[in-house]
């Protein structure tokens, strides 16, 4: 075969009906892999507003609840010198996974932020793996939830907080965290692609984390509770992050709103908020996934 008819035949396996493909990319997966870790860990360290805003707010709700409202809220508890848990301790678990949620909603701001700056268009006619490109997106956004969890244990240590289960305690913390932050960072990068708007995003992951917060469990006991957000709390994804995260707290089962006693110990509050995290993990996650293969077909061509 000739050069000109060589060249022809490359450009008509570039082109589909006069739009560019993307040639397969020669580095593999776990290349392509990294390279999308590194760009948005940077992307987030030259944009540390976003970082410190997600850590800064649950900060100030530990210091400022547990201030204010330590005493009373002991109480409520039943806790002080009698039931020996502090509001520090019972609080801690319910920040950990506000840091969560406040951390998998910048996941949706940079998907649309990429979006409105033409950068999401670019990344998908390159030669890499699209698999590989929105799990190493995901993966710098799990360090990131990581590390602002790791800090808001210490802050607590400080506080005078106390893991009952010790260090292994800490680092299933950690997990449940990570596991819980799957389904917000699906839901709001549906929310990204759904209304291509940065304010929107924004506005739509705000409105849906302080309602959700409020009518859970996390800063109450739910027989603490009016009866209708008892009924709320119930359906509430929130609460099954703090209760899992809570009970390694405390070590005790402290899951009210669902009855379990096959297992035994935390395991009765472990197991079914779990299942319930990963069920909503993988149903969102599913829409994510289908809902990014739509917008990339449509934006390639």
């Known amino acids: ?31 392509d892999f990294w390279v999308n870790f590194v760009r948005w860990n940077l992307k987030a360290v030259r944009n540390p507003f976003v970082v410190v ?42 920040i950990a996974m506000q840091v ?34 929105f799990l190493g997106k995901t993966a710098a956004e799990i360090l990131r939830i990581v590390v602002q969890i790791a800090i808001i244990l210490a ?18 913390i950690l997990g449940v965290g990570i596991l819980f932050s799957l389904w917000f960072i699906a839901l709001s990068n549906i929310m990204a692609i759904v209304t291509r708007d940065q304010e929107s995003t924004i506005i739509g992951a705000n409105l849906l984390q302080f309602p959700l917060l409020f009518v859970s469990t996390a800063f109450l006991p739910l027989n603490a509770m009016p009866d209708w957000i008892q009924v709320v709390a119930t359906y509430n994804p929130i609460t099954y992050g703090v209760d899992a995260a809570r009970a390694l707290m405390l070590d005790q089962d402290v899951m009210t ?39 990339s077909s449509s934006s390639v061509q």
């Open 1 to 31: 075969m000739s050069d000109a008819a060589g060249d022809a035949a490359a450009d008509e396996a570039r082109t589909d009906g006069g739009h560019a493909r993307p040639t397969p990319s020669s580095n593999s997966f776990v290349s």
């Open 257 to 295: 709103v669902v009855e379990v006693t096959r297992f035994t110990g935390i395991w009765n509050t472990l197991v079914p908020a779990i299942a319930v995290l990963l069920a909503l993990d993988l149903v969102l996650g599913g829409a994510m996934v289908y809902l990014l293969n739509r917008a």
């Open 100 to 133: 969560s949620l406040a951390a998998a909603a910048g996941s949706g701001i940079g998907l649309v932020n990429d979006m409105e700056e033409g950068m999401f268009e670019k990344t998908l006619v390159m030669p890499m793996s699209r698999s590989a490109m």
């Open 155 to 172: 802050l607590g240590s400080v506080l005078g907080a106390n893991v009952a289960t010790g260090l292994p305690g800490a680092v299933g």
């Open 53 to 94: 805003g997600s850590l800064v707010q649950p900060i100030i709700f530990l210091v400022l609840f547990t201030q204010v409202f330590g005493q009373i809220a002991t109480s409520a508890i039943g806790g002080g010198s009698a039931g020996g848990i502090t509001y520090e301790t019972f609080l801690l678990p319910a």
